[in-house]
Every structure is written in C-alpha cells, then in structure tokens.
C-alpha cells in the first residue's frame, strides 16, 4: 500500500486529461496478498482470509459481479475476456493487512495483487505498466469504480515515485534517487495515525470530478496548487531539505480541502489542530479524504509526543517502514 505525500487528487479524469496532474507517493510495508491454486473440479471458489468470506462458483468465461466480491470478479473477466483463456477452474484467496476504506489505496493493491497472481499462473506477457493500466481500467471502466490512478501504479511499481498524469490516460513513473539518510529521516518523523474511522472514497471523488467538470473556479484553482505541492515535494526531497516537509504537507492540505466539501470535518480537523499543536509542522488526510489514515511531518524529537496526545483521541499512531519493491509474484511447486 502507499502514502500519498503530495498532489493527491490530480490524478483524477477529468483533471488529469485537462491540465495534467502530479503525484509523489510512497509504498510502505502494508500489503495485500493473493495465493491462487489450480483446481480440476470445474469450480471457482474465492477466499477473503481472516474474515470467513467464500463464494464458490461454476465456472464460466464470464463470472457475476457479486457483492463482496466484485474486485475477485472483475479480474477474472477481464483476464479471460482480454487473453482469451477460456474457463478457469481454481481457488483464489486473498488477504490484506489494513481496512478498506483506510485511505491508503487498498482496493487498487488488491486489484493488483490478483492480477499478479493470474500473470504468474498463465505467463501472461506484461511488464509493469501494463500491469497497472490493466488494474486501473478493471476498476475504473469494468467496475464503474471512481477513482484515480495513482494507485495502481504505486502497487506495482513500488517505491518513492514522483507520477506524472496526462491526457489518453498516460502515466510516467519517474522513480526518486534519494540518499539513505533522506529516506531514514523522512520515515523517522512521519507519523502514520489511523483515525479508527473509514470513509466511502467513492462519493468524495464524484463531487471533485462535478467541481471540475463544472469549472469551479475555486476547486480546480486548488487542484493546480496541489500540483504544484508534488514538485515542491519533490524538489525538497532530491534537496535533502527535509525542514520544508511540513510547510509543503500544509499547503496541501489547506487546498486539498477546497477540492470538495466532505474531505475534511469537525473530527479530522480536531486531529490535525491536535496534532499541530503538540509539535507536528504539516500533515494530511491519506486518500480521498473524510476518515481513515492521516499522517504529519514531527521534526525533531516531537514524534512520540504528537503520538500521544493524538492517542486520546480515540486513534492509533501505525508503524511502518517504506518499501522498495511493488508487485512481487513467485509459483511454489
């Protein structure tokens, strides 16, 4: 899964194929996983670990969207539909080591880590980008799924990533080559807080994508700023100055607000004036916006402090380390 650092939003159609958006995100050690084994019975049978969810099937060339299972279905029917496999007969489980909802792009690392699975199994021929536009259009065209981009290709490359979106739904994954004490640093004073809330992302993203369709003056204003803040971002990392963090998370996160009405309320301001009191400079809602995980820039020796009075308020400070390494698949005998 990833943290989203700057330019959360402008990866969004119709923004992205206007203006061009700007992205840099950051994979860390949450993962979702999926283990798919071969079966000769003439079944489809889908596992969600650790929850008691199944859904056995017939199978078929072309499977129901069910509910619960709509992710599960969706790449099957593409994956038989675009590489003309035929029917499959197999058992798909999958597990994923944070809530959906959680702002910190789990459906689309799902969608990916299943996707993985059936490239592995058949050989398919795809590199990483094909993998990603694959996942980005089973849950934004098949699934009617709204949403951006950036996900995807978080989950597949991996990584710190400066992304560039443009028009034709073109994404360049531009990798950033920063010094290991950078890295330390930045991981050492960003704290990750999960508000113990999750939000339906899907509702936030169509007023954004309304605003900018309407040419709402104030919101795609906004959009152009927080674009700015990824090259900010950037800039400010390959710099090594790492004191501008927070600024940069501030800005963001005084615009990202005026992208739409629901991304903020009473209870995440609350945390992020708590937070800001008790010795954070920056920070920002993960994903859409509205619950889920926030994280703040601590500099110094302010992280646990910061943790602690964030603690009262009914949420938990999440450990975690970035990661190099995307969407990774093996076959075991």
């Known amino acids: 899964m990833r943290i989203g650092l700057a330019g959360g939003g402008t990866d969004v159609s119709p923004y992205s194929d206007l203006y061009g958006g700007a992205i840099l995100n950051a994979t860390i050690d949450l993962y979702a996983y999926a283990s798919l084994e071969p079966l000769n019975n003439g079944k489809i049978e889908f596992v969600i670990d650790g929850t008691g969810k199944t859904l056995t099937l017939d199978t078929a060339s072309e499977l129901p969207v069910q509910s619960g299972f709509e992710l599960f279905a969706g790449v099957y029917n593409r994956i038989v539909k675009q590489f003309n496999t035929g029917a499959l007969s197999f058992r798909l489980t999958s597990y994923i080591e944070a809530p959906q909802g959680s ?42 799924m709204s949403g951006g981009k950036q996900d995807q290709y978080a989950a597949t490359f991996g990584g710190i990533n400066f ?11 531009n990798p950033l080559q920063l010094k290991p004490e950078i890295i330390h640093e930045l991981e ?66 005084q615009n990202k607000k005026q992208m739409a009405h629901s991304i903020s309320n009473d209870f995440i301001d609350s945390i992020y004036h708590t937070a800001m ?57």
């Open 188 to 253: 050492n004073n960003l704290l990750l807080y999960y508000t113990s809330t999750q939000r339906v992302s899907a509702a936030i993203i169509d007023e954004q994508v309304k605003n900018v369709k309407e040419k709402n003056t104030s919101s795609v204003e906004a959009m152009h700023r927080l674009k700015e803040q990824a090259l900010q971002m950037k800039d400010a990392l390959l710099r090594g100055e790492l004191s501008k963090i927070g600024e940069v998370l501030h800005f963001g996160w």
């Open 103 to 144: 702002g910190l792009g789990t459906s689309s690392t799902i969608v990916v880590s299943l996707l993985g699975a059936f490239v592995e199994w058949l050989r398919l021929p795809l590199g990483k980008y094909d993998i990603a536009h694959l996942a980005y259009d089973i849950e934004r065209v098949d699934l009617g």
């Open 277 to 333: 009191q008790s010795g954070a400079t920056g920070g920002k809602i993960s994903g859409a916006g509205g619950g889920g995980f926030m994280f703040f820039y601590c500099p110094g020796v302010s992280k646990i402090k910061v943790a602690r009075a964030l603690g009262a308020l009914g949420g938990n400070m999440q450990m975690f380390k970035f990661t190099r390494d995307g969407l990774v698949a093996w076959t075991a005998e």
């Open 163 to 173: 992304l560039e979106f443009l028009a034709h739904d073109k994404v360049i994954v």
